[in-house]
């Protein structure tokens, strides 16, 4: 059963453009992350915003940018794309900041750079 | 910060067969660890669980063993089926900071050979 969405499915854009990926989740959750996977299905945490407030930056380029309106949805912007941005962006959500709950995943956007 | 070492790369048993993926973990503070399965071309869902005050835990086919001083844990997987083929992600996270995040091994593929 979906209860994290992400739009777009796929995205295949050209070196220097801006993309904007949305994520959505429906189960009420108080945090979301954005994960980059990459070819070798390498896992990487981008992001984790809870209520709003971004709690972790891992260090990723400047050119990244979580936008979120609300506790539901977190949006990632990519401002001007490069080559090595080409791989799935995972959407995840989950109950808090803390305890032990489970991460729930979206289907994932696969980004393609030319 | 946490690094999760993954150890097998990819697994092949033979329907019925068992399975075991092995994960080490650097920090001590991690306290949780959960396993992801991600099946073609779909996202990661949540299998199993173990926290940190338990050294085994069990959910039908599927056991997780912690071993804390070893900085180790493991997913079994008995009486395989070919539906168990696909890539498991074993995860940590650390609880000591009011929030947690998941750092993901690099996933083992998983072929159960009818």
């Known amino acids: 059963e979906t209860a994290v969405f992400q739009t777009p499915n796929y995205h295949v854009t050209q070196v220097g453009n801006e993309v904007s990926f949305n994520c959505k989740q429906t189960?009420?959750?108080?945090?979301m992350y954005w994960y980059k996977q990459d070819s070798k299905k390498l896992l990487k945490i981008m992001f984790s915003?809870?209520?709003?407030?971004?709690?972790v930056n891992e260090t990723v380029p400047r050119r990244f940018s979580p936008q979120s309106s609300d506790k539901a949805h977190l949006n990632l912007r990519i401002k001007s794309v490069e080559p090595e941005d080409s791989a799935v962006y995972l959407c995840?959500?989950?109950?808090?900041?803390?305890?032990?709950?489970?991460?729930?995943f979206g289907s994932g956007t696969r980004l393609t750079v030319l | 910060g946490e690094k999760v070492e993954q150890h097998e790369s990819t697994l092949s048993v033979r329907e019925g067969d068992s399975a075991v993926i092995n994960c080490t973990y650097t920090?001590?503070?991690?306290?949780?660890f959960p396993w992801y399965k991600q099946e073609a071309g779909k996202s990661l869902h949540f299998v199993i669980d173990?926290?940190?005050?338990?050294d085994r835990k069990q959910s039908q086919r599927l056991t997780v063993l912690l071993d804390k001083k070893a900085k180790r844990f493991s997913l079994h997987i008995t009486a395989t089926q070919p539906e168990d083929s696909a890539i498991y992600f074993c995860?940590?996270?650390?609880?000591?900071?009011?929030?947690?995040?998941?750092?993901f091994g690099k996933g083992t593929s998983l072929t159960v050979i009818p």
């Open positions: 995840a959500s989950r109950v808090g900041t803390g305890g032990a709950e489970t991460l729930y």
């Open positions: 189960l009420g959750h108080d945090t």
């Open positions: 915003y809870n209520n709003k407030q971004l709690i």
């Open positions: 920090d001590t503070a991690s306290s949780y």
């Open positions: 173990i926290r940190s005050n338990v």
């Open positions: 995860a940590a996270s650390p609880s000591n900071t009011g929030y947690q995040n998941f750092y």
